[in-house]
């Protein structure tokens, strides 16, 4: 069982930054890829990014390419998602998830574990 515990989200203004953080508890975190996904009420969880076991590939939407950089940090087991020049319509609760493969995975039933979300509201 791996616990994820999301942190990092809150109010911005458009344009503004914001830095996501995911805490693992899995002791052997460096074998599990970590995707972040985000959702608002009444809509499909949305994929946003994805990083593979080690960091070495990374994948992203095309609505927040050029915006967004995922990375982990395999010593701290833990997953960032450094979010720039955000906008209103990246409103949402931003939710990070865990699948033990050396692979980079986009659907959000692929994963195994998932956090508890965190709200990131950026204002006009």
């Known amino acids: 069982q791996v616990q994820l515990v999301e ?15 995911c805490a693992a508890s899995a002791r052997t975190f ?11 009420p ?8 994805a990083v593979s076991w080690n960091g070495g590939d990374t994948y992203y939407a095309d609505s927040v390419k050029g915006r967004f950089t995922i990375s982990r940090g395999n010593v701290k087991n833990t997953a960032y998602l ?19 493969s050396f692979k980079i995975h986009s659907r959000p039933s692929e994963y195994d574990y998932w956090g508890q ?6 204002s006009s």
Request: hydrophobic share 35%; with cysteine; proline share 2%.
């Open 82 to 100: 450094q979010m720039n020049s955000l906008k209103p319509e990246d409103t949402a609760v931003y939710y990070c998830a865990a699948k033990l």
């Open 42 to 49: 009444g809509k499909e969880r949305e994929f946003v990014g």
């Open 7 to 21: 942190s990092g989200g809150g109010l911005v203004q458009a344009g503004g930054s914001l830095r996501l953080s």
């Open 117 to 122: 979300g965190t709200q990131v509201t950026v």
């Open 30 to 40: 460096n074998t599990y890829a970590m995707g972040w996904f985000r959702q608002t």
